[in-house]
């Protein structure tokens, strides 16, 4: 079993590019936004950004979601601390994998005005870089610049999901 966690701010694909894998690389994908309690969603759709203790039982639903699965699976999970991620891997006995979707503030800022429907406004999104913690050396994954366009944004986040597969 492989799992990977696509990471990053609001707006930055982490839908779409684990929509995108999941049939690219035959694999299962969770969006992590279903596994926010309602009263989390509520909270953001406010404009009030989460605490720790919103974050903690959704993180670990996350981490016991990529323990339970029984092949190789792929979340979109914001993922911003490395506390975060280190409470989502403290569920998983494997490696898990964090590929974060990155772009400058400007590029998202954008994507996060055109889209529609979303619980999340665009006025967390200055939050939500405050709290970004690039991954660290002993993490493991890797950054995919997803200014590129979407083709190329997949292509490399499936190469990323291929290579480490084997």
Not at 118 to 131: G, Y
Not at 137 to 142: A, K
Request: hydrophobic content about 40%; glycine content about 8%; some cysteine.
């Amino acid at each position: 079993m492989r799992c990977y966690v696509l990471m990053g701010v609001s707006g930055c694909g982490k839908s779409s590019v684990g929509t995108a894998l999941s049939a690219l690389c035959n694999i299962d994908f969770v969006d992590g936004d279903d596994l926010h309690p309602r009263s989390n969603i509520e909270k953001m759709a406010r404009g009030t950004a989460l605490e720790d203790s919103d974050r903690a039982p959704w993180l670990a639903d996350v981490g016991r979601t990529l323990a339970d699965h029984a092949g190789p699976i792929v979340i979109g999970c914001s993922a911003l601390k490395k506390k975060y991620r280190d409470m989502i891997r403290a569920h998983v006995p494997e490696p898990v994998h964090f590929l974060h979707l990155d772009a400058p503030k400007d590029v998202l800022a954008q994507r996060v005005q055109s889209r529609a429907g979303h619980f999340m406004p665009p006025a967390l999104l200055d939050s939500q870089f405050e709290a970004l913690e690039r991954l660290d050396r002993d993490e493991w994954g890797g950054e995919i610049d997803i200014a590129k366009p979407y083709a190329e944004v997949v292509a490399q986040s499936e190469n990323y999901v291929r290579e480490t597969l084997i």
